[in-house]
């Protein structure tokens, strides 16, 4: 539904100068914006796949999970403000997400440590069916030189170079341990490697003009061990409220029925009338 993809080097349409001698200016789309156009362009890919024309902006922030006012803004950033009463069209969106997101170009992506994380990376489908095509598998250890995933062989380090430059590679994947992942990540922006995805435990330094996106699945794990332990305290903390408002009437029964000290009687003295 992208329409036809450029070959690697080959500019979009939209990356394409606006007017002889006046060079595009892409505008500066907000991140937080960038974050939620994929998750966009898998509702209306899925729309599109089903038939679906048009849809409203209250039904694409629910598929979602952010709000209508949000959708709308975000959308506004492309220019798309949709039609009033028909919503929008689905199509043309994901055409233009699409060309935002840089997805009208395939791009050769090189990935890096064939352990369990990287043969599952290597494996997913989802990559192809959004212009991602792998290139190659690097690994360290010689044992897996030549070992098979899917269509490819894994390759030794020593043809990391080789293989960026001949596949024009721009997107590193890596899947090494945290002690490996800044040496193996000079190596891929030394020899033209714009844009890393990190899966390793570690934080990378680069130079300026590289994009590294990081994703550590403890760190996410961390997370929903917080959210795990204050709901918890939550409820722990309702059930003892609830308890003691459960207790609270009978004490003040008991209270009322017990007759007020006289005065004096706390200090032991008799009252005389």
Known sequence: MAGPLAQPGQASVGAQQCSAGAPFLPRRVPEATVARLPLYLRVLAELADAGSCTI????????????????RKDLSQLGSYGTRGVGYDVELLVEEISRELGLTTRRAVVLVGVGNLGHALAGYGGFSARGFH????????????????????????????LLVVQHRVSIGVL????????????????????????????????????????VDLSVELQILSFYETHRARTVYETH????????????????????PPSPGADRGLAVHI
């Open 56 to 71: 409203s902006s209250e039904s694409l922030a629910a598929a979602a999970g952010v709000t209508s006012a949000k959708v």
């Open 134 to 161: 792998i290139a190659g598998l690097l690994d360290a250890d010689p044992a897996r030189a030549g070992e098979r995933v899917g269509d490819l062989a894994v390759q030794p380090m020593a043809d990391l170079e």
């Open 175 to 214: 899947a090494v341990p945290a002690d490996a992942a800044q040496p193996v990540c000079d190596r891929l922006v030394g020899c033209g490697v714009t844009s890393i995805l990190n899966f390793a435990p570690t934080v990378l330094t680069v130079p300026e003009g590289v994009e590294v996106r990081k």
């Open 240 to 259: 003892e409220t609830h308890e003691t408002h459960k207790t609270q009437p009978a004490d003040q029964a008991h209270r009322k029925g017990r007759q």
